[in-house]
Nanobody, 121 residues
Framework: VQLQASGGGLVQAGDSLRLSCAAS????????MGWFRQAPGKEREFVGY????????YYADSVKGRFTASSDSAKNTAYLHMNNLKPEDTAVYYC???????????????WGQGTQVTVSS
């Protein structure tokens, strides 16, 4: 089982990015795709999740209204659409797959390798 995160980069404040998480090795039907991030010197924090069906989403307060998580089962890929990016969004972003709807990283079984997002002011 493999999760491949991509789409990170260097952008300016106010810009948008779309992160992708390509899943392979098994079907993720019924799974939750979570997004987490870790900034330098800080602990990993929850960003948001989407159920594989796309019917359920939940976000951290810090990104609510700016970030949207989605999934495309036909492509076996989850996405994190990030709008109005701020310098404090700078971090390595990780996607993860788990069997429950949760903001707790320990419950996620499969993890991608992370993609760097840097937002300049």
């Amino acid at each position: 089982v493999q999760l491949q995160a991509s789409g990170g980069g260097l952008v300016q404040a106010g810009d948008s990015l779309r992160l992708s998480c390509a899943a392979s090795g098994r079907t993720f039907s019924g799974y939750t795709m979570g997004w987490f991030r870790q900034a330098p010197g800080k602990e990993r924090e929850f960003v948001g999740y989407v159920s594989w069906s796309g019917g359920s989403t939940y976000y951290a307060d810090s990104v609510k209204g700016r970030f949207t998580a989605s999934s495309d089962s036909a492509k076996n890929t989850a996405y994190l659409h990030m709008n109005n990016l701020k310098p404090e969004d700078t971090a390595v972003y990780y996607c993860a797959a788990g069997t429950v709807l949760s903001s707790v990283d320990q419950v996620y079984r499969y993890w991608g390798q992370g993609t760097q997002v840097t937002v300049s002011s």
